[in-house]
């Protein structure tokens, strides 16, 4: 699922969330899975990741930054 890490979009459905891709190669892997349940929003701020809640409380998550690469396609079978 497509999460908008803006602090203002929400997520549509509830989701188990443990690692958090980003477009530019980054990954956020959270400490602990947990549930951003519909309505929530995430946002990353200050090198960290922040839930929004529905209620508007502001919820840090533990977790530390890595590099993601695309897995590459298989083999091209050449005729």
């Known amino acids: 699922m497509r999460l908008i890490a803006d602090g203002k979009t929400p997520a549509l459905r509830s989701v188990l969330v443990d690692v958090l ?8 892997e959270a400490v602990a899975p947990f549930f951003l349940w519909a309505g929530e929003c995430v946002a990353f701020e200050d090198d960290g990741l922040v839930v929004v809640r529905v209620s508007g ?13 695309r897995p590459e396609a298989g083999p091209s079978e050449t005729a």
Do not use: I, K, N, P
Request: aromatic share 20%.
């Open 57 to 69: 409380e502001r919820v840090g998550c533990a977790g530390h930054w890595s590099t993601w690469c």
């Open 21 to 28: 891709r980003t477009d530019d190669g980054y990954a956020f």
